[in-house]
């Protein structure tokens, strides 16, 4: 199968193919998500994403024949550096999509291959210009080369823009412009997964984290985001005359923050808190590295 074969089954609502392997253009992985996307939502399969695609493969050895039972409602992603495998099994596997960088055995899987290309500058401001409709091109033209036409960080920063009606996005594009928010992007990243976690959306976290090499992901600052994410949720979540004056908050960050409430019960909240508040103390004790405080503070706020 060829992109544009699949381009065509996506617009008709057709994707009949139940193996793929897309192989990444100098690594950049947002085209392939976005089309595993499209596939889940055209075939109504949940992504499940899988970190060991031998387990989907029956045992040859196993002298009952049984075979592994797959969930017929997922859609199954496995992500990868180098897809090193030489089992013809894997053809046979329903609804399962392998992301990589690159095939060992290209020969073997030639017909299930999907190359993407290189994101030309025109298809980075349609994909631009498509997601944020209200905003004027030419401010959306100034942001993609604030971004230098990273279409990780465009996706980042105008997914801030989806919490408004078209009709106000132009005007909400002016006050971040004003407020600085596009000044240090990195930071912004950072935002975005706190917000996720925030309200238990396992999927974007995921994403955010997979695509984390992309991105300055520095630890101790969302540590301290988290912290006070967690205080102003708090403040506003269990005081219901709480205002953006009172709180000392500019209007446009109280509208966000108020977005997260509701995701966590009191008790959570206290819980979350203390979790990125004893982080703090465990790195500054030498308890916790910088490279697990990620780790640490998401696992245990899912859990919470």
Same mark, same amino acid.
């Given at each position: 199968m060829n992109l544009e074969t699949l381009q065509t089954n996506i617009k008709d609502n057709n994707v009949t193919t139940s193996f793929i392997i897309f192989v990444n253009n100098e690594g950049n992985t947002f085209l392939a998500n976005q089309y595993v996307d499209a596939i889940s939502s055209v075939k109504e399969l949940k992504i499940t994403y899988i970190e060991d695609y031998t387990s989907l493969i029956p045992d040859k050895n196993d002298i009952f024949g049984c075979e592994v039972a797959l969930d017929t409602k997922a859609l199954y992603v496995?992500?990868?550096?180098?897809?090193?495998?030489?089992?013809?099994?894997?053809?046979?596997?329903?609804?399962?999509?392998?992301?990589?960088?690159?095939?060992?055995?290209? =020969?073997? #899987?030639?017909?299930?291959?999907?190359?993407?290309?290189? $994101? /030309?500058?025109?298809? *980075? +401001?349609?994909?631009?210009?498509s997601m944020a409709e209200g905003v004027k091109t030419k401010k959306l033209d100034w942001l993609i080369e604030m971004c230098h036409e990273d279409i990780y960080r465009i996706h980042n920063e105008l997914s801030k823009l989806m919490l408004f009606n078209e009709h106000e996005r132009d005007l909400i594009f002016d006050m971040l412009?004003?407020?600085?928010?596009?000044?240090?992007?990195?930071?912004?990243?950072?935002?975005?997964?706190?917000?996720?976690?925030?309200?238990?959306?396992?999927?974007?976290?995921?994403?955010?984290?997979?695509?984390? =090499?992309? #991105?300055?992901?520095?630890?101790?600052?969302?540590?301290? $985001? /988290?912290?006070?994410? *967690? +205080?102003?949720?708090?403040?506003?979540?269990?005081?219901r005359t709480a205002t953006a004056e009172r709180l000392g908050m500019k209007s446009g960050q109280f509208y966000a923050i108020s977005k997260s409430c509701g995701y966590y019960n009191k008790e959570q909240l206290l819980k979350i808190f203390d979790i990125v508040s004893s982080a703090d103390y465990m790195m500054k004790n030498g308890d916790l590295s910088n490279d697990k405080l990620v780790e640490y503070m998401v696992l245990n706020m899912l859990a919470a």
């Open positions: 496995y992500h990868c550096n180098e897809f090193d495998s030489n089992d013809e099994a894997l053809k046979g596997i329903t609804n399962l999509v392998v992301i990589c960088n690159k095939v060992t055995n290209e =020969e073997l #899987f030639k017909d299930f291959i999907i190359k993407m290309p290189k $994101l /030309l500058e025109w298809q *980075i +401001k349609d994909y631009a210009y412009v004003e407020e600085h928010t596009f000044d240090d992007l990195s930071t912004y990243v950072i935002f975005d997964l706190t917000t996720a976690l925030l309200k238990k959306d396992l999927k974007t976290v995921c994403s955010i984290l997979e695509d984390a =090499e992309h #991105f300055d992901l520095e630890p101790l600052g969302l540590q301290v $985001l /988290l912290t006070n994410n *967690i +205080k102003n949720i708090i403040s506003i979540q269990l005081d």
